[in-house]
T-cell receptor, first 118, second 109 residues
Framework: GAVVSQHPSWVICKSGTSVKIECRSL??????MFWYRQFPKQSLMLMAT?????????EQGVEKDKFLINHASLTLSTLTVTSAHPEDSSFYIC??????????????FGPGTRLLVL | DAKTTQPTSMDCAEGRAANLPCNHS???????VYWYRQIHSQGPQYIIH???NNETNEMASLIITEDRKSSTLILPHATLRDTAVYYC??????????FGAGTILRVKS
């Protein structure tokens, strides 16, 4: 159980275009999903927390107008990188929070989406 | 959440137990110890978590000292596929996961 998928797994786009990344919890419902970014040789950095049916909460320094997050259902959250530029090239990873056989919610991560902006 | 300290890297022979230490001397009573790992170019994978009792699942065992100031993740029979970055995180319910640098575990044949 607790499988999270992301689509696409990798994407190459031209500078100035927008890219949408989907994150799905396949076998559980997640009221909260998270979006992370990871640059080469660095650790994961939380970008935003997404709750179903409400606006996302962004971490300091993350532009909410550039990284649009929609959490329309309990199994789907999307991240849209608007007007992408080469410096947005990174590994984007989502996670979904689940309470499975325990009292503490645990985050389960998707496989990641590698974005390359030319 | 409490800061954790892990060695930068470790090597382990294939088939042997891999013991990954983590210090969390300022951990509070409400904070769990979580372990994740990240294999190259993949999303992190949940391994195990615990509060104060030792825990075991199909992937690993987690040994937490009685004073809760440190813990050890044990992979009983390491394989080459266990080569990854292992993250130890102290987390209170409702708070955000904060990833440090972790420990690079290299399993060698």
């Amino acid at each position: 159980g607790a499988v999270v998928s992301q689509h696409p797994s990798w994407v190459i786009c031209k500078s100035g275009t927008s890219v949408k990344i989907e994150c799905r919890s396949l076998d559980f419902q997640a009221t909260t999903m998270f979006w992370y970014r990871q640059f080469p040789k660095q650790s994961l950095m939380l970008m935003a927390t997404s709750n179903e049916g409400s606006k996302a909460t962004y971490e300091q320094g993350v532009e909410k107008d550039k990284f649009l997050i929609n959490h329309a259902s309990l199994t789907l959250s999307t991240l849209t990188v608007t007007s992408a530029h080469p410096e947005d090239s990174s590994f984007y990873i989502c996670s979904a929070s689940a309470l499975l056989a325990g009292v503490q919610e645990t985050q389960y991560f998707g496989p990641g989406t590698r974005l390359l902006v030319l | 959440d409490a800061k954790t300290t892990q060695p930068t890297s470790m090597d382990c022979a294939e088939g042997r137990a891999a013991n990954l230490p983590c210090n969390h001397s300022t951990i509070s009573g409400n904070e769990y110890v979580y372990w994740y790992r990240q294999i190259h170019s993949q999303g992190p994978q949940y391994i195990i978590h615990g509060l104060k009792n030792n825990e075991t699942n199909e992937m690993a065992s987690l040994i937490i000292t009685e004073d809760r100031k440190s813990s050890t993740l044990i992979l009983p029979h390491a394989t080459l596929r266990d080569t990854a970055v292992y993250y130890c995180i102290a987390l209170e319910y409702g708070n955000k996961l904060v990833f440090g640098a972790g420990t690079i575990l290299r399993v060698k044949s």
